[in-house]
């Protein structure tokens, strides 16, 4: 879960990530500010979900989230970052995470204990190869 200690949230993901996403916005507090981004398929796959007032809701919409490409990146990089302490939750295919990991930990210098990343899913690989692949990069990134 993401730490509601934080003076701020981001939290990015794509559809697999939405039940958790979901889980994440319920434990945030009442005067919560922030951003949610969730990559979906078409504009049909957005919802209502309950959310603080200062959380901005940013659905981004690509028809091939298999493919290596950076429009989740991209809308992440287009919102301001709030002064304070971000507390980031992101989930989504691998590629897409270990992007989203740099930006926040290298070009945003969150701190790597405020940045969950993980990544449900490889494109091109099978479940026990992505475990295998997630692993491996958790290791190398200290995780």
Sequence with gaps: MIDTSA???FMVGDMTALPALTAN?????????????????ESSDKQELSKP??????????PNPGEDNDILLDRVRELPFYNGRA???????????????????????????DVYASSYWKNGVSEDEHKLI??????????
């Excluded at 007032?53 to 690509?62: A, K």
């Excluded at 295919?93 to 701190?111: A, C, G, N, P, W």
């Design 7 to 9: 003076d701020w949230f």
């Design 25 to 41: 916005l319920k434990t945030l507090p009442d005067e919560a500010k922030g951003y949610f981004v969730m990559e979906i398929i």
């Design 53 to 62: 007032d200062g959380i901005e809701m940013h659905w981004v919409i690509n």
């Design 87 to 113: 507390a980031v939750w992101t989930a989504c295919e691998f590629s897409k995470m270990r992007k989203l990991r740099h930006y926040f930990r290298q070009e945003k210098k969150v701190d790597r204990f």
């Design 134 to 143: 997630k692993r491996r990069d958790n290791e190398a990134n200290g995780n």
